[in-house]
């Protein structure tokens, strides 16, 4: 078995923080994982192919990201290689390659396997890029007194943290959080990505972390997670539990969005509940990207907790489909983007995809289970021996 201790990169927290939770590998078999023989393996491929796009650009010696001991690019790039040789659409190909390739191993923490998975989506919207009486509600870019500070510049033992802020007076200070923003204190500075009629939408755009903006002069423009503003996210359906406005199983977005339109004068103090605040900038090409750079794949990406699981790996997802009475949820994906509220040696949020289908199951999935990630086996031989 392999201990794991994540390394301390959150950025919102200040330099004290109590000892993250511990993962533990144990490799099994590929006979070991629930439903392995019958996924469509190669839909996967095009996720894993562009994840190895950017590994085999990497020096060899680069390493993978998480605390794996000794894991590099060089582990992953053979394999990589291997697969831009596979045929498109051959399910069995693609399965023969990872079994190849690839070493399960199970992860879990504390004596137990299994954690939450939610699910998310690129949300599609109606904008403009000028303002005008009904699209009044502005989606930022990046602004230039925005600062991230990497602490390990300063002191090589906290390499890896960094956090955010703003210079004002010489002095470096929190950045504005989203009340503050909603209050006006970002407006004229001519940093307007697009504008949005409804804040709900704005928001959800940020919870999401990308969109497809449906823009009044015909044009279509799709817009991606640039920074943030350094604060905690906190979920309002959380807050609305703790209120005693919503019961716990009714926190779903349509019911959230039912009380802020039946309760307008308290939407505006409900939204700063969650201090953190997402700025955008344009995305050309593929898209929504996730945090390796990547394109995400709808049903094949996975944003992951990276204290644990290295981007672009291969993950077996053992889960159940959302909504009541549904089945099992068991396929390979590919860990290829982050999340603010995605915290945990099993934690996973799962793409569905674009648009009001997506969101069908994206709004509605909270699924316990557990995940295996797929180590090459050249890094997996050199754990399991030494």
């Given at each position: 078995m392999l201990l794991l201790a994540a390394c301390e990169q959150e950025e919102t927290?200040?330099?004290?923080?109590?000892?993250?939770?511990?993962?533990?590998?144990?490799?099994?078999?590929f006979e070991d994982?629930?439903?392995?023989n019958t996924d469509r393996h190669a839909e996967v491929l095009p996720a894993l192919l562009r994840s190895c796009a950017r590994f085999l650009k990497q020096p060899p010696g680069k390493a993978l990201g998480a605390r794996i001991p000794g894991a590099s690019a060089a582990d992953i790039q053979p394999a990589c290689r291997a697969a831009q040789a596979l045929p498109a659409g051959h399910d069995l190909a693609a399965r023969s390659f990872f079994e190849q390739w690839f070493q399960p191993w199970a992860v879990s923490y504390n004596d137990e396997a299994e954690g939450l998975f939610t699910g998310y989506y690129?949300?599609?919207?109606?904008?403009?890029?000028t303002r005008d009486d009904s699209y009044n509600v502005p989606v930022y870019r990046k602004p230039p007194d925005h600062v991230t500070v990497n602490l390990g510049e300063f002191d090589?033992?906290?390499?890896?943290?960094?956090?955010v802020g703003r210079v004002d007076g010489g002095k470096l200070k929190p950045y504005f959080a989203r009340?503050?923003?909603?209050?006006?204190?970002?407006?004229?500075?001519?940093i307007e990505l697009v504008w949005l009629k409804d804040p709900l939408d704005a928001f959800m755009l940020h919870v999401q972390g990308s969109g497809r903006v449906s823009l009044v002069d015909g044009r279509t423009t799709r817009i991606g997670f640039a920074a943030h503003n350094g604060h905690p996210y906190k979920s309002i359906g959380r807050e609305l539990i703790d209120r005693g406005e919503l019961e716990a199983h009714a926190?779903?977005?349509p019911n959230i969005r039912a009380w802020i339109h039946a309760n307008p004068t308290k939407a505006a103090d409900l939204l700063a509940v969650n201090r953190r605040y997402i700025f955008f900038g344009e995305v050309v090409g593929e898209g929504p990207?996730?945090?390796?750079?990547?394109?995400?794949?709808?049903?094949?990406?996975m944003a992951v907790d990276t204290r644990y699981i290295p981007l672009g790996l291969p993950l077996w997802l053992d889960t159940t489909m959302p909504g009541a009475g549904a089945g099992p949820l068991q396929r390979l994906m590919l860990a290829q983007d982050t999340g603010s509220a995605i915290k945990g040696p099993v934690r996973g949020d799962f793409f569905w995809g674009t648009g009001d289908g997506a969101l069908e199951y994206a709004g509605r999935m909270k699924s316990q289970g557990r995940y295996y990630i797929l180590l090459p086996k050249l890094l997996a031989n050199r754990l399991a021996s030494g």
């Amino acid at each position: 078995m392999l201990l794991l201790a994540a390394c301390e990169q959150e950025e919102t927290k200040p330099p004290q923080q109590p000892p993250p939770e511990q993962a533990v590998l144990s490799p099994v078999g590929f006979e070991d994982l629930p439903g392995w023989n019958t996924d469509r393996h190669a839909e996967v491929l095009p996720a894993l192919l562009r994840s190895c796009a950017r590994f085999l650009k990497q020096p060899p010696g680069k390493a993978l990201g998480a605390r794996i001991p000794g894991a590099s690019a060089a582990d992953i790039q053979p394999a990589c290689r291997a697969a831009q040789a596979l045929p498109a659409g051959h399910d069995l190909a693609a399965r023969s390659f990872f079994e190849q390739w690839f070493q399960p191993w199970a992860v879990s923490y504390n004596d137990e396997a299994e954690g939450l998975f939610t699910g998310y989506y690129e949300i599609e919207l109606q904008g403009a890029i000028t303002r005008d009486d009904s699209y009044n509600v502005p989606v930022y870019r990046k602004p230039p007194d925005h600062v991230t500070v990497n602490l390990g510049e300063f002191d090589p033992e906290l390499s890896g943290r960094s956090f955010v802020g703003r210079v004002d007076g010489g002095k470096l200070k929190p950045y504005f959080a989203r009340g503050e923003i909603q209050n006006g204190v970002l407006a004229g500075k001519g940093i307007e990505l697009v504008w949005l009629k409804d804040p709900l939408d704005a928001f959800m755009l940020h919870v999401q972390g990308s969109g497809r903006v449906s823009l009044v002069d015909g044009r279509t423009t799709r817009i991606g997670f640039a920074a943030h503003n350094g604060h905690p996210y906190k979920s309002i359906g959380r807050e609305l539990i703790d209120r005693g406005e919503l019961e716990a199983h009714a926190a779903s977005w349509p019911n959230i969005r039912a009380w802020i339109h039946a309760n307008p004068t308290k939407a505006a103090d409900l939204l700063a509940v969650n201090r953190r605040y997402i700025f955008f900038g344009e995305v050309v090409g593929e898209g929504p990207i996730g945090a390796q750079g990547v394109a995400l794949t709808p049903g094949r990406s996975m944003a992951v907790d990276t204290r644990y699981i290295p981007l672009g790996l291969p993950l077996w997802l053992d889960t159940t489909m959302p909504g009541a009475g549904a089945g099992p949820l068991q396929r390979l994906m590919l860990a290829q983007d982050t999340g603010s509220a995605i915290k945990g040696p099993v934690r996973g949020d799962f793409f569905w995809g674009t648009g009001d289908g997506a969101l069908e199951y994206a709004g509605r999935m909270k699924s316990q289970g557990r995940y295996y990630i797929l180590l090459p086996k050249l890094l997996a031989n050199r754990l399991a021996s030494g």
